[in-house]
């Protein structure tokens, strides 16, 4: 069945680097979303990207859908604390159900 | 004014035990979910309803029953506790039945350590 692969699983940077997550499928996704799940909190939908190529921002957060709709990844620009936790992105299977990826667990020094 | 709101938060049970998770959502979605998150994070479907109507099954135990009252409502009884079902359980909802194309919201979780 389709698959959302999801790397790396971990990383750790220092205050102020950059950080990115990709995410990549089998099969070409109608969309994509990422969601953040901080340590001991449950995820929380950040957004969802539906076209080829697409690209949106969130103050220091980019993410991109790839042109063949069957990748896409999340980078932060100048990473704070705030930014610690688990993302995870989630592609459709069928109609009804949604794949979540590994995640990737980010760590900051500050 | 939680929108999902899960209940109990933890739950420490013996081995053998049945026990139960409610789940409600106040955002008048009509499709619920019940995730198993393991040890490593992964976050994996259980069942999905839309209104009270049973649309996933995943390779679940029969151990596991879901149950949904009505549309803002979806719980989870689970018969014979095993080792292996220690585990955060998430409730999550999305507006309609194209569930795979809506944004999910989830509810806090709840930690089912089975001793």
């Known amino acids: 069945g389709q698959q959302v692969m999801q790397i790396p699983q971990y990383q750790h940077v220092q205050e102020g680097e950059d950080f990115t997550t990709y995410c990549n499928s089998s099969?070409?996704?109608?969309?994509i979303q990422w969601y953040k799940q901080r340590p001991g909190g449950h995820p929380v939908f950040l957004i969802q990207?539906?076209?080829?190529?697409e690209v949106k921002k969130q103050k220091r957060l980019t993410f991109q859908f790839g042109e063949a709709k069957k990748n896409s990844s999340l980078h932060i620009t100048a990473t704070q604390t705030t930014d610690v936790g688990t993302y995870f992105c989630?592609?459709?299977?069928?109609?009804?159900?949604?794949?979540f990826g590994q995640g990737t667990r980010l760590t900051i020094n500050p | 004014d939680t929108a999902v709101s899960q209940t109990p938060k933890y739950l420490v049970t013996q081995m053998g035990n049945d026990k139960s998770i409610k789940c409600e959502q106040n955002?008048?979605?009509?499709?619920m979910y019940w995730y198993k998150q393991d040890s490593k994070k992964f976050l994996k479907i259980m069942f999905s309803?839309?209104?009270?109507?049973?649309?996933i099954n995943e390779t679940v135990p029969n151990r596991f029953s879901p149950k949904s009252p009505d549309k803002a409502h979806l719980n989870l009884h689970i018969n014979s506790l095993e080792l292996g079902d220690s585990a955060v359980y998430f409730c999550?909802?999305?507006?309609?039945?194209?569930?795979?194309?809506?944004?999910?919201?989830f509810g806090d979780g709840t930690r089912l350590s089975i001793l």
């Open positions: 309803y839309n209104n009270k109507e049973l649309i």
């Open positions: 099969t070409t996704l109608s969309n």
């Open positions: 999550a909802s999305s507006q309609d039945t194209g569930g795979s194309n809506q944004p999910q919201h």
């Open positions: 990207l539906v076209k080829s190529g």
């Open positions: 989630a592609g459709p299977r069928g109609a009804q159900k949604l794949v």
């Open positions: 955002l008048g979605h009509d499709t």
